[in-house]
């Protein structure tokens, strides 16, 4: 233990934790739901280091209540929750978990794609509600994925590693991203103009960080330029997609399906209409949720925070330019 003193924002696997205290005080939200704002605020006051999730929104007027903050460790890849100017015009370091959740989440795009394309879903609900009564030539027909065409938007880690699963499935695949063609071409896909890629894919996979440039990026414009037979995949962030236009898309026969990790707002309310669709496929945020890379992105998340809490460089830094300011 140490005068260092640090809040954790929810209870993390106990190793972590463990290693954590050997070099803070540190105090640990016990509750399963996130603290509130106002909590947090209540608290930044005394803090030197601050570990928080994605859930977690942390602005200017927070970082300004927290004079000693020396570090904010995300345990996320994404960081949208965290206003990283504010940071660094403070000059606080703020860390993520960028590399570690990069197969486990494309293992499950991948999975969302499979399972919309072939109704799984669907097909359980008709199990359990008693209607499978015969094999039947149409029932749950569904969409083939071998040979298919793959839109992906935004190729990282994530895009690229979904990539990688594609051309196990003999896919065409388009990209529309920042990388260079050559850069593409060298993954396996062709670069594409977006309305290109939406007009000529079977399925579509949003892998872009959420900024002001890309929020709402699919939108009713986009929706319409796609095949009626397109399924969308979004696990990337919920308002990269504007959920509006998506439900009449879905509604309408505009689009055949989508399979949603990420909502806007999330948790999606009980009533959302697009929860009575059953061509929405929606689950609850998850696609970095194997045991083995939460571990690994709670240790991360630990490391950023020792090493801001020691005055060293964060080993995954967003916000490294605040290392070359004077
Ligand atoms: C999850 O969505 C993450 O950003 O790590």
Redesign the pocket.
């Known amino acids: 233990m140490s005068e260092f003193k640090v809040f954790v924002t929810r209870q993390l696997p106990p190793t972590s934790l463990e290693r954590l205290a050997q070099h803070c005080d540190l105090e640990v939200w016990d509750d399963f739901l996130p603290p509130e704002y106002e909590i947090v605020l209540g608290k930044v006051g005394e803090l030197d280091g601050l570990l928080c999730l994605?859930t977690d929104q942390i602005d200017a007027a927070l970082m300004d209540a927290g004079s000693n903050l020396k570090v904010i460790s995300n345990m996320?890849?994404?960081f949208d929750n965290i206003d990283i100017p504010a940071a660094s015009q403070r000059r606080i370091p703020v860390g993520n978990?960028p590399g570690v959740?990069t197969q486990t989440t494309a293992d499950f795009a991948f999975a969302l794609l499979m399972a919309a394309a072939r109704r799984i879903a669907e097909g359980q609900r008709y199990v359990q509600n008693g209607h499978w009564l015969t094999w039947h030539p149409t029932v749950l027909s569904g969409q083939d994925v071998y040979g298919a065409t793959l839109g992906i938007i935004g190729c990282g880690r994530i895009g690229a590693a979904v990539m990688c699963r594609a051309q196990g499935f003999d896919m065409r695949i388009l990209v529309n991203s920042l990388e260079t063609e050559e850069e593409v071409r060298q993954l396996g896909g062709e670069k594409v103009s977006l309305d290109e890629l939406l007009a000529a894919s079977d399925f579509v996979s949003l892998h872009v960080p959420l900024t002001d440039e890309t929020h709402h990026l699919i939108s009713e414009r986009e929706l319409a330029k796609m095949k009626p037979t397109a399924i969308l995949i979004n696990t990337a962030r919920g308002s990269v997609l504007d959920p509006k236009a998506l439900y009449a898309a879905l509604k309408d026969g505009q689009i055949l399906a989508a399979a949603l990790d990420v909502t806007d707002p999330e948790p999606i309310p009980a009533d959302d209409p697009l929860l009575a669709l059953d061509n929405c496929l929606i689950v609850p945020?998850i696609?970095?949720a194997s045991v083995a890379t939460r571990a690994k992105m709670a240790e991360m998340a630990v490391d950023n925070l020792i090493a801001g809490l020691r005055g060293e460089r964060l080993p995954t830094c967003v916000n490294p330019e605040i290392y070359e300011q004077s």
């Open positions: 994605l996320a890849v994404g978990t959740l945020h696609a970095s």
